[in-house]
């Protein structure tokens, strides 16, 4: 489990290098970094990437249309 949060970190920070925070993959990483905290229960933090993800959905969409 350990191996794979530092997996998902690291392609979290390259992701925003290279896409920025309003990108698709972005928003999957917000979402699945959050699921990973949730199933860990620590619920704090999946709020955090969970709210992250939802407030910067808004946004991408909102530049889409």
Not at 30 to 56: C, M, P, S
């Amino acid at each position: 489990c350990f191996v794979f949060v530092q997996m998902l970190n690291r392609s979290f920070e390259l992701c925003l290098k290279t896409y920025g925070e309003k990108h698709m993959l972005t928003l999957r990483l917000y979402l699945n970094i959050g699921i990973l905290y949730e199933d860990n229960r620590d619920f704090q933090k999946a709020y955090d990437y969970f709210v992250k993800w939802h407030e910067t959905c808004q946004e991408v969409r909102r530049e889409k249309c």
